[in-house]
């Protein structure tokens, strides 16, 4: 009988062979160190970006009563503009045949969309008691309503963020150092990470924003109804976008916490 094991495969991506994932793998973990805040410019570009982004929601959602199709918008508009910028960079500007792999292709691209924005669109219809007609004139209002809210600024804001560390991160990497490791992927696992864990605090997240509201509102009092979900999804949201962003830094700062000894420099 045949004893020999087969050899452990150092990333669980199939698409990947054993000497592939271990490049990738070695890869990530410098990453992991050197994108975060070995990079302060691009902590700073990130943190504006979403930052900005984050008060134009705000407002936009105690002024105009924005609901939470709009409020999570420039975060779908950038899990998306992910999947499909991915492809487009191993075509055109990353000549790497493990970031290839990784990066998918416009069919993998095509079903994420369909995956995300079913669910996006079924909740606007949801809202609008599932009538067609009025679920059609809710999507012909909302261009015009993201442009006069700002949340068409705040999407914008986020994709530029995106595109400039995109940039930065081409700019600084050396092929002859190993596979290119895209950081917007690393930070989009962070964030559902993060995500998953704040659905359990999100009844608590809703209480504080609440309590907070009353306290410091014009009428002193808080509006109950399609406003305390978007201060929740906002709050959740925001909140993931920040932990996500101290997690970066600390990852720099304490990269012994995160990596192996034979991956630290």
Partial sequence: MNTTKRPRRD??????????????????????MMTNAADPLSVVIRAACLGFAWVLIAQAIRRDGLGVGFVVAPWVLEFLAIQWLGPLLARFAVRDR?????????????????????????????QEGFSVVALQQRMDAALPRALETGVATACALVLAGLLIDTIRDLRRWDPADGPFVWPATQRLGLRFAFLLGLTFLAPFVLAGLIAILAIVGDSGSFQAGQADFAWLAFGVLALTDTLVLALGILMHQKPHLFTSKEDNP
Wanted: glycine share 6%; hydrophobic share 50%.
């Fill in 11 to 32: 990333s669980q991506d199939p698409r990947l062979d054993r000497s592939e994932a271990k490049a990738f793998d070695r890869a990530m973990s410098r990453s992991m």
């Fill in 98 to 126: 493990i970031f290839r792999k990784i990066a998918g292709g416009p069919l993998l691209a095509a079903v994420w969309t369909v995956v995300l924005l079913t669910p996006y669109v079924l909740g606007m219809a949801w």
